[in-house]
């Protein structure tokens, strides 16, 4: 439904997009994730035929976006980063506005405003100013404007944007009633919303694609090398080697110097207050109840233990040093 | 054509929608009105002179009257175009809702249009509310009509070379003060050009009186349509609208 190929875009001397690639068959959800400036919002802004690639081709239901704008543009959604909503209109007369351009014929136009005004729970807000609108409510009627002509394809540039916890797991649920009928791709920087959301992840960082794959691959390829952060109240000399002594432990690092040690003996003797350390296991091994039991038998307090949660940059720096789709060959 | 047609629609709702369309039409036929009691008064004076040392009744409305207050309409419009252009690009580009223009089925031309006819729909309604003036003159006195209908021509296409002009300048920029000022400077530079030429040779003044636009109005404020100005005007229009149209263009591969 969706082709990308070898898509480049510079601005001047600067590379927003380099050699991107990939497929999005239909009525599938692709999350696009990266974080800020990555390279999203140009990406999907050349999708949607609103500028032109440098190099390279997209294709869009059918149509190449470059060479058949108009017949590309009738078959997509876009919900831009920030809502393209006109302060003067009512929600209404938006909507009835949008879907003039978006070439629903006369006819359907009206029916159609009130099953998607529905459908993304706005109807409450139909003869509201846009310009009064609270963001939640902009961000729904956003939804609805790229929904307004049924196109094949939906492009959504961070969806749930500003949206509080309840809106967020409501756009998500009608995000996915919607995949099926429609192609969906859309942008986030939160990774569980990926999860929760899409079918396939394209991971994309400094304008390159850098990994392409299902969640659960993905959460399992993270799962890889956990990671617990550990505060104990021992001496400083030894902590850390006996916590580097323990089966399945891979890598013990100082939480309080970061960077600092990858070994334990880097470790600088300091104070005798709680030390934080971050340790590092083998996959799919539990070490937790070892490094407990050495803390406890030892007669060190043990006063924090919990698993430390992926962020995104680790989730980068792990798929940027790992293996690297095909399509992406490594700078 | 549908499209245009939207877009225009549009664009003329937001002008309703908001003051500025009230504040355009009433402060220009305050202008207009001045302007009228003005020449009316001094008409009415000379015509009583004329009177009086026997001239028969041959003071001409049209002639006496009509062509300067045209003459000075031209003047007013030139200060209050760049109100209705300068935000019909850059308050686009300002909110974002450009990349709805933009990503919608629609062509640059079909949006340049839209917008361009949105502009002059203003405009229009603008002079039809000086046309009440002109109803005051056909109650009480014996205009001629046809010179009337040349001269109304003559505004609507003299305001149409600002207008494109003015949405050229408009999608220059994002900042709707910055293309607001820009479009005057430009008008005023347009309309004084020929100012220039007095002093110098006289080719270089007929190419200036040439490019001057409210020099070919003068024989629309008479009464009389050529097509040399007719032709003179539509080409303004046509590459003001071009420029948009490339102006446009290129914003979209710079990004």
Known sequence: MIEVQHITKQYGRVTAVDDVSFRVERGEILGFLGPNGAGKTTTMRILTGYMPATEGRAVVAGYDVFTHPIEAKRRTGYLPETPPLYPDMTTREYLDFVAKIKGVPAKERKPRVETVMERTRIADMADRHCSKLSKGYRQRVGLAQALIHNPDVLILDEPTAGLDPKQIIETRDLIRSLAGDHTIVLSTHILPEVAQTCQRVVIINKGRVVAVDTPDNLTARLKGAATLYLQVDAPAADAGAALAAVRGVTRVTSADQPRLAGVPDAIPPVSSGPLAFEVESEPDVDVRRDLARVVVTRGWGLLELRPVRMSLEDVFLQVTTEEVPEEAPRA | ?255
């Open chain 2, 1 to 255: 054509m549908r499209n245009i047609v939207a877009i225009a629609e549009k664009e003329l709702r937001s002008y309703f929608a908001s003051p500025i369309a009230y504040i355009l039409i009433g402060l220009f036929s305050l202008l207009f009105g001045w302007f009228f009691y003005v020449y009316l008064m001094a008409f009415v004076q000379q015509s009583e002179q004329m009177m009086q040392f026997g001239g028969g009744g041959g003071a001409n409305v049209n002639q006496m009257m009509i062509r300067g207050l045209f003459q000075n309409t031209a003047v007013i419009i030139l200060f209050v175009m760049p109100m209705i252009t300068m935000r019909t690009y850059s308050e686009e580009k300002r909110s974002g809702t450009i990349e709805l223009l933009l990503t919608s089925p629609l062509t640059d031309l079909e949006i340049i249009l839209g917008k361009f006819i949105g502009a002059v729909a203003l405009y229009a309604a603008m002079l039809l509310v000086t046309m009440l003036y002109m109803l005051i003159l056909f109650k009480i006195g014996n205009p001629e009509w046809r010179p009337l209908v040349a001269g109304y021509l003559g505004l609507l296409l003299m305001g149409g070379c600002f207008l494109s002009t003015g949405l050229f300048i408009s999608s220059l920029t994002k900042n709707q003060i910055v293309a607001g000022f820009l479009t005057f400077a430009t008008f005023l530079m347009l309309w004084i050009i020929n100012w220039l030429g007095e002093s110098s040779g006289p080719t270089t003044r007929d190419v200036l009186n040439y490019l001057s636009i409210t020099e070919h109005f003068d024989d629309f404020a008479r009464g009389i349509i050529d097509t040399k100005h007719v032709v003179y005007y539509l080409s303004f229009i046509t590459f003001g609208l071009f420029l948009t149209a490339k102006s446009v263009d290129s914003e979209r591969w710079r990004g």
